[in-house]
């Protein structure tokens, strides 16, 4: 019992590594949180009240130059932010928001309907592909968990000055503020740094049956020491990320080679020097193509597998179907069943 309960916990951890917090769901989560803050000052949500009664007479339309009417019970009109102040407005922010933001017509909600257009695409933010840093307890890493995101991201610009992509100056290949975010994860089995099995009382089989004794003689629970189960090292993970907004691959490059270069310094800074991690902090932005299909082997034809490891005198021998040395119809077998042969 107690092993499945840790066994829980670790699939909750698991999850949210794997799937809440997976680079892409993070980088179209942050995608949406933009489309709403582009649309905020220039959208509202808009409710009438009509009551119940279909037959009843209409209310009277709506005139955007009375204030009494646009301020008055059966109509509210609230942005996006201030939707949970109303009941009946809050209950119209579905997913439907992105329809009726790009369904509308005014020219200062154009930047929030290209980039609806550019998430419905799946055009989504770049996670940059450097490795992830996973803070543990050297110096250099508690102090780049210290700093604020902020705080990283001049870092990088200065940086990126110095990082020569393409061998131009290019005003359109430079790094902007508005092109780097960078996410802060935690992760934990649900206590944070603390092991939430430690909070749970278990009581053992052989007192099972003295839970139908009366209240006053029932048996007492209690803790399961921590070295009677297999548990994770460490209950609490932090780690830093980078995404850029820019679709512009000249522009992930050059992000990535800022940011290895701050970690590099960072670490310098520490009396840590960057070349001893390269195993951790290795370029691995680069783009690279999906594999392709395997090639055949040219002696044999694999009846399952489509390894593209090839069988030779050291390999186990090849059982797998021959090819035929002279090629033949075929319909050869049926023709000769069939006496036209």
């Known amino acids: 019992m107690v092993q499945n309960a840790m066994s829980f916990f670790e699939k909750r951890f698991e999850e949210h590594s794997r799937i809440y917090t997976h680079g ?24 009438v009240n009509d009551g119940k009664d279909m037959f009843a007479p209409p209310p009277p339309p709506i005139n955007d130059d009375d204030d009494e009417r646009s301020s008055s019970s059966d109509v509210r009109q609230l942005p996006i932010s201030r939707a949970m102040t109303d009941p009946r407005t809050f209950l119209e922010l579905t997913d439907t928001v992105l329809d009726k933001i790009m369904n509308t017509d005014k020219p200062q909600l154009r930047p929030a309907r290209i980039l609806i257009k550019r998430f419905r695409s799946h055009e989504i933010y770049k996670r940059i592909r450097v490795p992830q840093n996973v803070i543990g307890d050297a110096v250099w890493e508690q102090t780049l968990w210290s700093m ?22 290019d005003d359109d290949k430079a790094l902007k503020e508005d092109d780097i975010i960078i996410e802060k ?45 297999r548990k994770p090292n460490v209950f609490l993970q932090k780690s830093v990320r980078v995404y850029c907004r ?7 490059t050059k992000l990535g080679k800022s940011y290895k270069e701050f970690i590099g310094r960072l670490q310098q800074q520490h009396g840590q020097g960057f070349e001893n991690n390269e195993h951790k902090y290795s370029e691995v932005f680069e783009y690279e193509d999906l594999p392709q ?26 059982t797998k179907r021959q090819k035929h040395n002279s ?11 069939s006496g036209y042969c």
């Open 24 to 47: 892409k769901t993070t980088a179209g989560t942050y995608m949406i949180s933009d489309i709403l803050l582009l649309a905020e000052p220039h959208f509202q949500i808009v409710t």
């Open 148 to 169: 604020k995101e902020g705080e990283i991201v001049e870092e990088i610009l200065k940086l990126s000055e110095m990082v020569d992509v393409f061998g131009d100056d």
């Open 185 to 229: 994860r935690k992760i934990h089995h649900g206590m944070k740094e603390k092991n939430p099995v430690n909070f749970m009382r278990f009581l053992p089989k052989d007192l099972h049956r003295q839970l139908l004794n009366s209240p006053e003689n029932l048996p007492t629970a209690r803790q399961i020491p921590d070295n009677s189960y």
């Open 246 to 252: 820019s679709m512009d691959k000249a522009k992930h």
């Open 293 to 318: 299909t395997p090639t055949r082997d040219s002696d044999c034809i694999p009846t399952v597998s489509q390894s593209p490891i090839r069988y030779d005198d050291i390999s186990p021998p090849c």
């Open 327 to 337: 090629p033949r119809p075929l319909f050869a077998e049926v023709r000769k069943r």
